[in-house]
Nanobody, 122 residues
């Protein structure tokens, strides 16, 4: 259906910013709800942000609300996650996902990228 590739991860100091990108190929992302999830060592994958097909509905985990912003550029076929005010607890592998509905549940998404590492130092 759609193939996803994340990029933009890296090492940043606490309080810094990063913008993750999720480049899509195949079917247009305008036909999908999109989401970002993350997984830290020893922890389960958790929801970070979600975006409806129309971009009218945005969902955020309480831990990132006010700091992270999800958006899309349908013309570029790219979804973004702008991360500001980063904290060490944000350290994780971040995954982009596409699915038929906007959801906080990973099981709702049918397509996943390979992940990109974000490390926030104290």
């Amino acid at each position: 259906q759609v193939q996803l590739v994340e990029s933009g991860g890296g090492l940043v100091q606490a309080g810094g910013s990063l913008r993750l990108s999720c480049a899509a190929s195949g079917r247009a992302i305008s036909t999908y709800a999109m989401g970002w999830f993350r997984q830290a060592p020893g922890k389960e994958r958790e929801f970070v942000a979600g975006l409806s097909r129309s971009s009218n509905n945005k969902l955020y985990a309480e831990s990132v609300k006010g700091r992270f912003t999800i958006s899309r550029d349908n013309a570029r076929g790219t979804v973004y996650l702008q991360m500001n005010g980063l904290k060490p607890e944000d350290t994780a592998v971040y995954f982009c996902a596409a699915g038929p509905v906007t959801s906080t549940y990973s099981t709702a998404y049918s397509n996943w990228g390979q992940g990109t590492q974000v490390t926030v130092s104290s």
